[in-house]
């Protein structure tokens, strides 16, 4: 089965820019999404096909992608961009999650 | 603007069943396959489930396989998952999803907790 690997925190203080990496083979068949979940919210789409960000998504948030990882970018963080950050692909007939990175801005 | 909405949660005994429903409005819900997605208390998002956007495929994380059914009824804009033989390690916040591109729901999720 596949998995996708993400670090489990990422820190960074405010403007200044956070990576956030997710590993995995079955990268290089499909594309990821990226998405954000706030506490007690449900998870919101930040990134998909990659690279492609949804109207109204900031433009501080961009993907990127190399062979097997595709990276989350926030340039500039802001408080309000504490949270958890979880990548996820489509292999056939199922959907793969990263484990999730806490994203803390101090 | 659409979205999702699941009910049907609730606390349970081990081994017993529950019925969750999702119910969608605002787009064109014929068209997507709806993916089950939980969260156990302070863990991650979990894959569960998916059934096809007809009805006539469904698929399963390994975990569930034997005890859940998923279905749906287009005419009602509705999925559910017939949960059956609960344990413990099923406790989380259950949600459904769709997406296609650009578009993707999420529902609010619904609280399914197992305890004696």
């Known amino acids: 089965s596949y998995e996708l690997t993400q670090p489990s925190s990422v820190s960074v203080f405010p403007g200044q820019t956070a990576n956030i990496t997710c590993s995995g083979d079955?990268?290089?068949?499909?594309?990821a999404r990226w998405v954000q979940q706030k506490p007690g919210q449900a998870p919101l789409l930040l990134i998909y096909k990659d690279t492609e960000r949804p109207a109204g998504i900031p433009e501080r948030f961009s993907g990127s992608t190399s062979g097997t990882t595709v990276t989350l970018t926030i340039s500039g963080a802001q408080t309000d961009d504490e949270a958890d950050y979880y990548c996820?692909?489509?292999?056939?007939?199922?959907?793969?999650f990263g484990g999730g990175t806490r994203l803390t801005v101090l | 603007q659409g979205q999702l909405v699941e009910s049907g949660g609730g606390v349970v005994q081990p081994g017993r069943s529950l019925r969750l429903s999702c119910t969608a409005s605002?787009?064109?819900?014929?068209?997507?396959?709806i993916h089950w997605v939980r969260q156990a208390p302070g863990k991650g998002l979990e894959w569960v489930a998916v059934?096809?956007?007809?009805?006539?495929?469904?698929f399963y994380a390994d975990f569930v396989k034997g005890r859940f059914i998923g279905s749906r009824d287009n005419s009602k804009h509705t999925a559910y998952l017939e949960m059956s033989s609960l344990r413990s390690d099923d406790t989380a916040l259950y949600f459904c999803h769709c997406f296609r591109g650009v578009a993707e729901y999420w529902g609010q999720g619904t609280v399914v907790t197992v305890s004696s």
């Open positions: 996820s692909s489509p292999p056939d007939n199922s959907l793969v």
């Open positions: 605002g787009f064109n819900f014929p068209s997507y396959g």
């Open positions: 079955l990268l290089t068949k499909k594309y």
């Open positions: 059934i096809s956007y007809d009805g006539s495929h469904q």
